[in-house]
């Protein structure tokens, strides 16, 4: 861990006018009564350090609809591309949560790394400082300690804020953290500071509810893909999609061209696995023909699938898909059942009878 600083209340606003200065501002903001990401005027709109948003910050790296390319059309021929439209605009993402921040590292998984990298994504990624801010405030749908994280986990983000009061302790966390730090030319953090910002996220970090999930999850999966359970637990879904859509970790998406009679665009927007359409084929056959196989996949990708090929869980613990579910599905009694269910069926195995 680096040195600290610290940012006063008299301070920030001017800071956050530095921030301008680097980029295109993103932050929490209000509105129509809700706090959302989005591009911010500056500090008198900028909501630092409440609960998370309905919906997550993915939408800055992966917006949840874009022009991928423009073509124009001469006779039959359609390859004429004319415009490739990369977004290269410098941007702070101000005030994420830190799961938030931890769930981009996943995102850089699928998008930022490997033989097969989206442009799209690296650009903004590439371009973008993110500032997350330490929890204070979990709520009661908050398990982000169910992967070893906590309130106040840097993983992802440039910079850490710690609230102090009004006041913030700031840690420069990467390079580029570091480097734009420099200019910003603030005083070291005293002890009393850093101590009263340390013990703010440990009070937060121990109003987590202790949660055990994920401790051996891949090898209760692993013999549950016929399981009835996902019937059961399928069984009050409406296929809404809204727990996919407001997940920082989900990514899938559909693409489509979008003709005209002098060419065309070619558009990218979000998809989910609950949707039943989502694997439809032209041929009328689906190989996930009912919910209780979307929600299996919903599952076994975030932890079994997604840890076995990029090595980490399809969840930061967010809880938003607990809040936003509007039948009141919560993932995590579905893995505790994931884990009784293995435990049943590991029990009654030949050789344990008895
Ligand atoms: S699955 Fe739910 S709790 Fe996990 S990251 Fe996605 S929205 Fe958050
Ligand atoms: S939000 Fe709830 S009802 Fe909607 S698709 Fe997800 S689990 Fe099903």
Request: proline share 5%.
């Amino acid at each position: 861990m680096g040195e600290k600083y610290l940012l006063t209340k008299d301070n920030l606003t001017a800071w956050i006018s530095q921030l301008q200065q680097h980029g295109r501002l993103i932050a929490p903001v209000m509105r129509a009564d809700e706090l959302r990401y989005d591009y911010a005027d500056g500090a008198r709109e900028v909501v630092l350090g409440q609960h998370n948003t309905r919906r997550s910050a993915k939408w800055v790296f992966f917006p949840q609809h874009e022009v991928l390319l423009r073509y124009g059309k001469r006779l039959d021929d359609y390859s004429q591309i004319t415009d490739t439209v990369i977004d290269n605009t410098p941007q702070v993402l101000l005030g994420v949560t830190p799961c938030d921040a931890r769930s981009f590292v996943m995102l850089d998984r699928i998008f930022g790394q490997g033989t097969c990298q989206d442009p799209y994504y690296c650009a903004r990624r590439a371009n973008t400082l993110v500032i997350a801010c330490a929890c204070a405030h979990p709520t009661s749908t908050c398990f982000c300690n169910a992967f070893g994280s906590g309130p106040a986990d840097s993983t992802g983000a440039d910079v850490l804020l710690y609230p102090v009061d009004g006041d913030y302790v700031v840690e420069l966390v990467s390079d580029a953290g570091k480097q734009i730090g420099l200019d910003w030319h603030l005083p070291l953090a005293n002890e009393a500071a850093i101590e009263r910002a340390e013990a703010i996220t440990a009070a937060a970090a121990e109003r987590l509810q202790p949660i055990e999930l994920t401790a051996g999850i891949e090898q209760d999966l692993a013999g549950l893909f016929e399981s009835g359970l996902w019937r059961e637990v399928a069984e009050k879904c409406i296929a809404c999609g809204t727990c996919t859509y407001n997940c920082p970790e989900c990514h899938c998406f559909n693409i489509v061209d979008s003709e005209l009679a002098s060419g065309g665009a070619r558009l990218r927007g979000w998809d989910a696995c609950m949707f039943p359409q989502f694997t439809a084929q032209a041929s009328g056959y689906n190989p996930r023909p009912d919910q209780a196989s979307r929600w299996r996949q919903r599952v076994m990708h975030k932890f079994s699938y997604l840890p076995a090929n990029v090595g980490l869980f399809g969840c930061v613990g967010c809880g938003r898909c607990i809040v936003s579910c509007p039948v009141r599905l919560d993932i995590r009694q579905v893995l505790q059942r994931v884990h009784q269910e293995a435990l049943t069926r590991a029990a009654a195995a030949p050789g344990k009878e008895g």
